[in-house]
């Protein structure tokens, strides 16, 4: 039989619905993504012990009060283990798939009962979902949506709809057939007679459909840890590759406590939501004789009230606990990242697993927020590839992880090599005094039990060793290679050390068992493991400019042998689990590691105190480009100088009379002399005017550069029918509106012909985005300078009359006893400066990072202008 290539069908397959149905997946990613954070949110943030009280007063209402101790015993058993966080991720997971998947699953049901030549598609669909090994699953979904939740979601989704489709179609195929007949006898619709008499006498079968969900839900969280969901499955995964016996069972016995209660929860549901169920449970009350504590259940309202107090008492912990200023770990000399994330991933290789660890610790030190993964070689770098991951320290290249390059190296950035060269062997315990060279296993395959003890599958060492080593010298046929993980080849290793017995294993150098072993790497004597390979920092596309500064310190970044080795070991006597307290060990015995490899900004003013750190600084925009670019940019600044500033978005008027009641201190965008000249009328000697920081601007009516016979002001007269008749403004409030209605329109005879709308900014700008990408005419009011003229192809229509006026200045204002409040801070507003390349690359920055980001982007902006800002706000020694 030919060669039946279905696998390279079905990579073909991914292949186009990567191309075409990309956004598909986004959106699919997203819904679910949030989905699980919302869910994840709620269980998490409450304190564990209220947490663990709620889920005893559900326990109580469904089972009576011993379940109800025990649920409560259980999740305080959790939460002593440490593993509170990682129960909530990994119940949030199986709620959200077994609500998704029940949603999809009882109607799937329903329909098949109704119809046999569904039921008889369905059926072998099923088979196929429920018996394909999960883990096949992760594939496609690592492809599709990356690493995070989504993966094992559809993979969980998947694999345990089967029985909640086969559940629901018995239980109503196995409703009375008589029972059917009469309620259609007496003239029930189907409808009603499948609402009304099928579903509520199927729903005990249906609920044990939905219980087997949950539990074949629940089961999934490993596979779902090693695609990087978090939660229990990846404590259990870091467990397992690592050998950690005490690590696997504690986070083995938290699965166990979380099935068992949703096991017992869901049985029991069947007695409250189903009628048979609720007049079984009426009976049993009715028929207890004493000790009737013991068994007694809370209504319905009582058990709502129970978790609504709870719940409220916990909200009220954790707004308390979350107003405590989040003081940043780093002090303020070394706060390089203030609070930005930084995503790592690692090969739980041991020098991957080093230098992780000691990048997790140096970052927090510089004040960022790195967070950790493991993961199999596959979904790292298909993480770095999607950009989920920012970087990691141990790719092995250009041979080891060649197929990783080869695939993902057009997404990934190679930050250089931080070690080199290394070398990879086959290698025996010393005492096997006959075997010296690879040539040497020929014939000796029964001393090894005719097995090589492998590592992960996926590593490019097992691909060598399988395609191109044992080939070489004629091993291929003789010697099956065992593939594992790292740890449980070590750990076989250590086994068969003790026992004087034979092994043979793939290592590495450097690697810290050659330290603790008295090993012998077998000699290449035809060179089939080819030269040494380099290790490498690789990060995603884009990292270098989301983060100059950490990728700056990577590139530097190198280790020798020495240094490497005894990190290692360090880490290795630290225990598992224990491997940032190894670092830190580490570190102290190394004290100019830090500033070596994370050196701080040569200028230490960058992050000095000002005269007047700690005082609050409450500053108002409205939400004008420049105005939103300056507002965070300050902000920026002040939090570095100790200040303590707050924001707040307002309209033009509010903010001028916050301004002038002394409820606000100071604001950037105030444009001096026309644009603003109502509110300077009106408040001027209640107010403080700083100084002007960037100017002259220009107001000016603007259209797509395809009108060609619109140039000027003059040109827009009779042309009202081309733009619909309308001027599409901005806020109403905005002096520009003023200008533009009483003066600009009446000098040109706009104002019959042409309705000026007023809008918002953003609404403004995203009518201009949709009438160019549809070469539309459009007529907007814009200012110069503004990021629109470098995105789109505009132009500004000419005013020879010169009803705009002449150009303006930009100035701060502030309250009026702004510089008798803030001495210093004044002092650095009144020589602050910007010129239209500063502004715009900022304005730029910001917009690139997307609402909601505008101060990290300002914080970026900051890290590549570092010698502009000092300049800014310069502290005297």
């Known amino acids: 039989m030919p060669r039946l290539n279905f696998g390279n069908w079905v990579e073909d397959a991914v292949k186009w619905l990567q191309t075409h149905m990309e956004w598909l997946f986004d959106f699919v990613s997203k819904v679910l993504t949030g989905m699980y954070d919302g869910v994840d949110k709620v269980l998490g943030a409450p304190e564990p012990l209220l947490m663990a009280g709620i889920f005893a007063v559900i326990a109580f209402w469904l089972r009576g009060l011993v379940p109800a101790v025990l649920a409560f015993v259980g999740f305080a058993l959790i939460d002593s283990l440490q593993l509170w966080d990682d129960a909530m991720s990994t119940l949030s997971l199986v709620l959200v ?26 059926r072998p669909v099923l088979d196929l979902m429920q018996t394909m090994p999960a883990f096949v699953y992760l594939i496609p979904g690592v492809m599709f949506f990356s690493i995070g939740p989504m993966p094992g979601l559809i993979a969980t989704i998947i694999f345990s709809m ?52 949950i539990m074949l839900a629940l089961s999934m969280v490993v596979i779902a840890g090693m695609a990087g969901a978090g939660g229990l499955g990846e404590q259990v995964y870091a467990a397992v590759t690592q050998v950690n016996i005490g690590g696997g069972v504690e986070s083995g016995l938290a699965v166990v406590i979380l099935a068992m209660y949703l096991d017992r929860m869901t049985g029991a549901l069947n007695q409250r939501v189903s009628p048979l169920g609720r007049r079984a449970l009426a009976k049993a009350a009715a028929a207890m004789r004493g000790a009737k504590l013991w068994h007694y259940r809370p209504g319905t309202a009582v058990a709502t009230v129970g978790v609504v107090v709870l719940a409220l008492i916990a909200g009220g912990m954790n707004l308390a606990q979350n107003d405590d200023g989040g003081k940043p770990s780093a002090s303020a000399s070394t706060n390089v990242g203030h609070g930005k994330q930084i995503n790592m991933g690692y090969i739980p290789w041991d020098e991957g697993i ?14 960022y927020k790195p967070n950790v993964k493991q993961l199999d070689p596959g979904p790292l770098y298909s993480g770095i590839a999607k ?39 086959l290698t025996v315990p010393a005492y096997m005094k006959d075997i010296n060279t690879l040539d040497d296993l020929k014939g000796k395959a029964g001393e090894f039990g005719g097995k090589i003890t492998g590592i992960e599958s996926s590593a490019g060492e097992m691909g060598l060793l399988k395609d191109k080593v044992l080939p070489a010298y004629g091993l291929d046929g003789e010697y099956k290679i065992v593939s594992s993980s790292t740890a449980t080849m070590l750990a076989d290793l250590d086994r068969q050390i003790a026992a004087k017995k034979p092994i043979l294993v793939p290592l590495w150098s450097p690697h810290w068992a050659y330290s603790k072993y008295d090993l012998k790497k077998l000699k290449d004597t035809k060179g089939a493991w080819g030269k040494g390979d380099e290790l490498h920092t690789v ?93 965070y940019l300050w902000e920026n600044l002040l939090e570095d100088r100790g200040y303590k500033p707050k924001v707040k978005q307002l309209d033009p008027g509010p903010l001028y009379t916050a301004l002038a009641q002394g409820q606000m201190d100071v604001q950037f965008d105030s444009w001096l002399p026309t644009t603003h000249k109502q509110y300077m009328d009106k408040y001027g000697d209640r107010l403080s005017d700083i100084g002007a920081w960037y100017g002259p601007t220009s107001l000016e009516l603007t259209v797509p550069s395809y009108m060609k016979d619109v140039n000027t002001l003059d040109d ?6 081309e733009f619909g008749g309308k001027i599409t403004g901005i806020e109403s409030s905005a002096g520009e509106m003023g200008i533009l209605k009483d003066k600009v329109m009446p000098a040109y005879g706009l104002d019959d012909d042409y309705k000026l709308v007023s809008s918002s900014t953003a609404t403004m700008l995203a009518d201009l985005d949709r009438s160019i990408a549809q070469k539309k005419p459009v007529v907007v009011s814009l200012w110069s300078p503004h990021w629109a003229y470098n ?8 005013d020879p009359k010169g009803a705009w006026g002449k150009g303006e200045k930009i100035h701060v204002v502030g309250k009026k006893t702004f510089g008798k409040d803030f001495p210093e801070l004044n002092g650095w507003l009144k020589n602050f400066h910007m010129d239209d390349k500063d502004l715009a690359s900022l304005e730029d920055q910001i917009q690139k990072g997307g609402k ?18 000092d300049k800014m706000a310069p502290v005297g020694s």
């Open 852 to 869: 909601g980001n505008e101060k990290a982007s300002a914080r970026k902006w900051m890290d590549d202008h570092r010698d502009l800002v």
């Open 539 to 631: 990060a995603a596309k884009g990292f270098e400019s989301k983060d100059p500064t950490v990728a700056g310190w990577l590139k530097n970044f190198h280790m020798d042998e020495k240094q490497l080795s005894s990190l290692e070991n360090t880490i290795q006597s630290a225990g598992k689990g224990k491997e940032q307290d190894g670092v830190r060990t580490w570190l102290k015995k190394n004290p100019k590691v830090a500033d070596t490899f994370a050196p701080l900004p040569k200028d230490k003013g960058a992050t000095a105190k000002g005269k007047e750190a700690g005082k609050v600084v409450n500053m108002g925009y409205f939400p004008w480009d420049e105005a939103i670019a300056t507002t």
């Open 791 to 798: 995105k789109y192809d505009l132009k500004k229509l000419k």
């Open 97 to 122: 798939a077994s609500v998704i998947t029940i949603v999809i699953a009882v109607p799937l049901g329903i329909w098949s009962a109704r119809n046999r030549t569904v039921s008889g598609v369905l």
């Open 716 to 721: 827009l007269k009779e042309k009202a029918g």
């Open 162 to 213: 089967p029985p909640g489709v086969r559940m629901t179609e018995l239980g109503i195929r196995q409703v009375d057939g008589e029972l059917v007949e009469a309620a259609e006898a007496f003239g029930t619709t189907p409808r009603d007679t499948l609402i009304r008499v099928q579903l509520p006498l199927a729903l005990p079968t249906i609920m044990a459909g939905i219980n087997q969900v």
């Open 354 to 367: 080093a230098t992780t660890f000691l990048w997790k610790e140096l970052l927090e030190q510089r004040g």
């Open 387 to 425: 950009g989920d991951i920012d970087f990691q320290t141990d790719a092995w290249l250009p041979t080891t992880h060649k197929a990783y390059w080869a695939k993902y190296g057009s997404q990934m950035t190679d930050l250089g090599a931080w070690y080199g060269p290394t070398t990879l062997e």
